[in-house]
């Protein structure tokens, strides 16, 4: 995946919109200084996620945002940003029609951020990179900048492709994630400064602990000695358990025999208390049916009596007898009839008193065996009782020793073990983190494989056609991230050719990691990368291919470049009226009457523009 600069647009509200279009392989923008040309190159460092505010000039005047439009090949995206600084959006294309007056309605709002947005389409999303040797971190758009655009003053600059020392290692990083296509996931990191302070707090808790733990072991113990006498006092509670668990057992039995022997008892001093209860009270009902009887006997001669007496008035008033009683009770039957009564009534009550002595003598029996019962059981409850007892007695004897003072051996002993356990972890903590505190420090390898030399190999190819026919070896220094040519590191070359081996080198990385498939911006902007071969200095003697020859080359060789990749020059140097043709080639001028005047148009009273009328 790549991306495709399409135009750039600066707009202002009362200012004519200046603008360059970008061919989608190739784009030379040729003009002398102060025409924009570098301007240009830092709108587009600026809008692809550069955060430094475009410095001002007269020209600039009036203008207040900047867009850009690039692509993926799928979608079509833009790039607002203000010129006065502060945060950019990013909008891309759902309405194809190209017919709507209104360009912004077809435009919505990415909620995701340019520099990770730039990071996906490039195809190095999710990959991780060093940082430095403390840090992983994720490809940043700064990234794909550094080695996508290219200023003047980065390409003459006496230091490595690479960059700044500081910025080395990222720079280094992502420069072999695009060389190889491997990022550093697999790299290990050394501890930073904050993770040694931290190791050393833990290492300093740990010999303190150490310190406090061993102070509580006596001198002459050692480990295997207190671990023979745990198992000693450990013997000893196997054995006293196994005892004790014995004698339970038995107790258990026991008590379960006294258990069921005393609910038999229960049950039969119950059966007992209710079968007296039963016969006191039958023999309660006996009594009173003989007292019944008696009663009705007495009643029974009484009537009797009463028959052989004769009537007699009343002895008080002389009153017959006819007029004190009903004279139905003075006939003969009367008197027969209340002793036959009573008869019957003395018959039912020996009838009951008969059933009566059968139950007595049912519950008598019920005593009888009820007693039994208790009397039985009561021996067999105080016979286990005694054994139990006796049990008791036993065990007590055979128990020589005294669980209390066991257990406190065994906790003694037991913390004792444990704290020399705890001195062992601490001694293997230490040397760990004292381990971890020397982390041994060793050169950062990266395997590019035969990727160094295809870029090398492509670089070289470059040259040759940029007119530098001399140069036998081309090679990529992946520690340093730069070339080799025959021998000699880029950076001590002069300041013309420095310029042209980095773009040399920047195109053969573009054109590599797109023909693989590996993370790239996609595109290489060139901020006059023949300038400084072409202004002779002092103390640059490299320059052995003439001006004419390399000029002529580079221009040819641009015309002729189909890819992958975009290539985009801003350049001072005159190309022929054929490249410029073929290239079909932005001029600026510095003439007013004559095409072009640089990047913004003309404006009375700015720059040398003429005046209004």
């Known amino acids: 995946m790549a991306i495709i600069l399409q135009k750039l647009s600066v707009k202002g509200p009362a200012v004519v919109t200046a603008e360059v279009p970008f061919n989608p392989i190739r784009t030379l923008i040729l003009g002398p200084s102060d025409t924009g040309k570098s301007h240009i190159y830092d709108c587009l460092w600026y809008l692809l996620g550069g955060t430094t505010a475009l410095e001002p000039f007269p020209e600039l005047g009036g203008y207040d945002s900047l867009e850009l439009l690039f692509s993926d090949g799928e979608q079509e995206y833009m790039v607002r940003k203000g010129v006065a600084g502060g945060a950019g959006k990013v909008f891309v294309r759902t309405d194809e029609s190209e017919g709507s007056e209104d360009k912004t309605s077809s435009w919505e709002l990415v909620e995701q951020d340019l520099g990770q947005l730039l990071v996906k389409l490039s195809g190095a999303e999710g990959k991780l ?6 840090k992983k971190g994720a490809v940043t758009g700064d990234d794909l900048r550094h080695w996508a655009l290219l200023s003047q003053t980065s390409m003459i600059a006496k230091e490595f492709a690479s960059g700044p020392k500081r910025d080395s290692p990222k720079r280094l990083a992502s420069f072999s994630l695009f060389l190889s296509g491997l990022d550093d996931s697999a790299i290990e990191t050394y501890l930073s400064t904050s993770e040694k302070d931290n190791i050393e707090g833990q290492l300093k808790t740990a010999e303190e602990s150490l310190r406090r733990t061993a102070a509580g072991i006596p001198v002459e113990t050692d480990r295997i000695a207190t671990a023979e006498a745990l198992a000693r006092v450990d013997d000893s ?5 196994t005892q004790h668990e014995a004698r339970s057992s038995v ?12 609910n038999l008892l229960n049950d039969a001093s119950t059966r007992l208390a209710s079968a007296t209860s039963i016969k006191e009270r039958f023999l309660l009902l006996e009594q009173k049916y003989s007292s019944d009887i008696e009663r009705l006997g007495a009643t029974a001669e009484g009537i009797a009596f009463f028959e052989v007496l004769s009537e007699i008035p009343c002895p008080l008033c002389d009153t017959p007898v006819e007029q004190h009683i009903n004279p139905a009770d003075l006939g003969s039957n009367a008197p027969k009839k209340y002793r036959a009564a009573i008869a019957a009534e003395v018959d039912k009550i020996r009838t009951l008193r008969a059933g009566l002595q059968c139950s007595v003598l049912y519950e008598t029996e019920r005593i009888e065996s009820a007693t039994e019962d208790v009397q039985r059981l009561s021996k067999s409850l105080e016979s286990l009782e005694r054994e139990e007892a006796a049990v008791l007695v036993t065990a007590g004897e055979e128990f020589n020793v005294d669980p209390r003072q066991l257990a406190e051996q065994h906790t003694y002993l037991s913390s004792l073990l444990g704290a020399f356990d705890e001195v062992e972890r601490l001694n293997q903590e230490i040397k760990r983190l004292t381990d971890a505190k020397k982390q041994k420090r060793t050169p950062l390898t990266r395997n590019i494989g035969s990727n160094g030399d295809e870029v090398g190999t492509y670089a070289h190819k470059i040259l040759d056609a940029w007119g530098f026919t ?10 340093s991230g730069d070339l080799t040519l025959d021998g000699r590191r880029r950076i001590s070359y002069g300041a013309g050719k420095r310029g042209i081996f980095r773009s040399a080198l920047s195109i053969a990385l573009m054109k590599h990691a797109l023909e693989n498939g590996f993370p790239h911006l996609g595109t290489v902007v060139l901020d006059s990368p023949l300038k400084a071969y072409a202004q002779k200095m002092s103390d640059d003697t490299d320059r052995d291919v003439p001006l004419a020859t390399v000029n ?6 641009l015309s002729k470049w189909s890819g992958p990749g975009q290539i985009i020059v801003l350049e001072n140097e ?7 043709e073929s290239l079909e080639a932005t001029i600026f001028t ?9 990047f913004y148009p003309p404006r009375p009273g ?8």
């Open 129 to 134: 990179i060093l940082h430095n040797r403390s």
């Open 237 to 241: 509670l196997d054995r006293l358990s």
């Open 251 to 262: 107790l258990r039995e026991l008590r379960q025999r006294i258990s069921v022997e005393g």
């Open 470 to 479: 001399s140069i036998k070896s081309v090679h990529v220094d992946a520690e």
């Open 552 to 557: 002529e080359c580079f221009y040819s060789w």
């Open 574 to 580: 005159q190309a022929s009226l054929e490249v410029i």
């Open 590 to 598: 510095d003439d007013y009457s004559v095409g072009r005047q640089g």
């Open 606 to 613: 700015i720059g040398n523009a003429p005046k209004q009328g």
